[in-house]
């Protein structure tokens, strides 16, 4: 059973600093392209960072220079390290993965979605 499992959200003094996990988990070929989304009150959901196969990294505006994506091949896990964090960083953070899958059938290829942590900037 393929899984991401989404770890490190909280609450956070504007400034602060936040790191989330997500670790996939199950009979994982590859991992192909994982990133973070977010998702605030009343808007729709938005990539904030992602990260390819060959290392290729890419953020939102909104993010940069703020939030880093880094990976841990070995343990198939994904982190976003959040700092200067602003109020307007406030949203449920999701976990979102295409995935290549081993099946009784072969190989398919599929994207996942974490539970989603929550993430709190306080003013």
């Known amino acids: 059973q393929v899984r991401l499992v989404e770890s490190g959200g909280g609450l956070v003094q504007a400034g602060g600093s936040l790191r989330l996990s997500c670790a996939a988990s199950g009979s994982i070929f590859s991992i192909d392209a994982i990133g973070w989304y977010r998702q605030a009150p009343g808007k729709q959901r938005d990539m904030i960072a992602a990260i390819i196969n060959g290392g290729h990294t890419n953020y939102a505006d909104s993010v940069k220079g703020r939030f880093t994506i880094s990976r841990d091949n070995a343990k198939n896990t994904v982190y976003l390290q959040m700092d200067s964090l602003k109020p307007e960083d406030t949203a449920v953070y999701y976990c979102?993965?295409?995935?290549?899958?081993?099946?009784?059938?072969?190989?398919?290829?599929?994207?996942?979605w974490g539970q989603g942590t929550q993430v709190t900037v306080s003013s």
């Open positions: 979102n993965a295409v995935l290549t899958i081993t099946t009784d059938v072969g190989n398919s290829q599929r994207n996942y």
